[in-house]
């Protein structure tokens, strides 16, 4: 490198430090984040609704899931390089279901003929198992004897004919936005955890049929979905290079930040079309920790930078929004629920882990 070259890129590099100092976000609480996150999963892990098979607990895509892709950025810069007593049950319970996945019952078994609960809870679970296990698997640099079971019995579920060719079977309960019309959510998740996966997993052999069908059906069906969707899309994008184009990147980059309120933050409900509340109530339209800090963090993973005005003013509003217990507020799209309950807290325990990662800037 030619030595203007370098002393350019310095002067650049530092007068965007110097501009992001400037107009930083207020200070957050990065302590108390990790003590609510880690109070939620403990209730979760402990919860009768939790348990399952052979002393397994359900993986939940609103607790546990966001957990452990979120918990391991809070160890930046401390002591605690490896996985706390909390995320070690988690992983172990992961790793038993993953070794036992002939024997142990599905999280939702069939129940009646005409309800395929048992193949959309293999192809959903499929799919956390990987993702959960390749993010640590990640962290470490390494693919594990268990990580790579748990691929295999992800590539195992995938479809691989009709029109769903190349996504998962994926549970649905009408409970947006991770059990309602999710598949698509789903299918954007596998390629995340198939991106994330150290080494050079993704260009083995027998990963790179099942790469191409998912591919395929991410872009095959991309227009038809909704913008959280597209949102899943982009961050699939920024771990699986090829997957879109720039141009196309930087087309859902611009639709989710047309969604930006005065405020700075972003409400889940202007993300998830024409979706209405069994309650029939009116979904909250105010801004909530969970659109914010998904969007800012996907942003981010596409290659947004922080001195961005929007990007700012979004990190803006999740600081100065973060609860005295630690958390950020977001709001159930299927019905009001009562804030102080077990069930009313769910949202917000993805809301906080999203938060942390928008913050945090965890690659």
Not at 63 to 69: I, S
Not at 222 to 245: D, E, F, T
Request: glycine content about 8%; some cysteine.
């Amino acid at each position: 490198m030619k030595l203007g070259t370098l002393v350019t890129g310095i002067f650049y590099g530092c007068f965007a430090a110097a501009l992001y100092a400037q107009h930083a976000p207020a200070s957050w609480n990065d302590k108390s984040a990790a003590e609510y996150l880690d109070q939620r999963i403990a209730w979760w892990m402990d919860w009768p609704g939790a348990a399952r098979d052979h002393q397994t607990f359900c993986v939940s895509c609103h607790t546990a899931v966001p957990y452990a892709v979120a918990r391991p950025s809070l160890r930046t810069g401390t002591a605690a390089q490896t996985p706390s007593a909390l995320e070690r049950r988690l992983l172990d319970n992961v790793v038993r279901r993953v070794r036992m996945w002939k024997e142990v019952e599905p999280f939702y078994p069939t129940k009646k003929e005409a309800d395929p609960k048992t193949v959309e809870s293999r192809g959903t679970e499929s799919i956390l198992n990987a993702l959960i296990l390749g993010r640590y698997a990640a962290a470490g640099g390494e693919l594990t004897p268990d990580t790579r079971k748990a691929f295999d019995n992800m590539w195992a579920e995938q479809i691989k004919s009709g029109d769903a060719r190349g996504a998962w079977p994926w549970l649905q309960f009408h409970n947006s936005p991770w059990e309602g019309d999710s598949q698509y959510y789903g299918a954007a998740l596998a390629a995340i955890a198939t991106g994330i996966a150290p080494g050079d997993y993704r260009s083995t052999p027998e990963v790179r049929d099942g790469l191409k069908l998912l591919s395929e059906y991410l872009l095959r069906e991309q227009a038809s979905q909704i913008p959280y969707h597209r949102v899943m899309l982009l961050w699939a994008s920024a771990k699986l290079p090829g997957l879109l184009s720039r141009a196309q990147q930087k087309a859902i980059a611009d639709e989710t930040l047309a969604k930006q309120q005065a405020d700075g933050g972003f409400s889940l409900s202007f993300l998830v079309g024409g979706w209405k509340r069994r309650d029939n109530t009116p979904l909250e339209t105010r801004s909530d920790g969970y659109a914010t800090g998904l969007i800012l963090f996907v942003l981010q993973q596409a290659g947004l930078p922080r001195t961005q005005p929007q990007i700012q003013r979004g990190m803006e509003w999740l600081a100065s929004n973060q609860q005295t217990a630690g958390n950020w507020l977001a709001w159930s799209l299927n019905k009001q629920r009562d804030p102080a309950s077990d069930a009313g807290h769910f949202m917000g325990d993805a809301a906080t882990a999203y938060a942390v990662l928008a913050l945090s800037n965890a690659k």
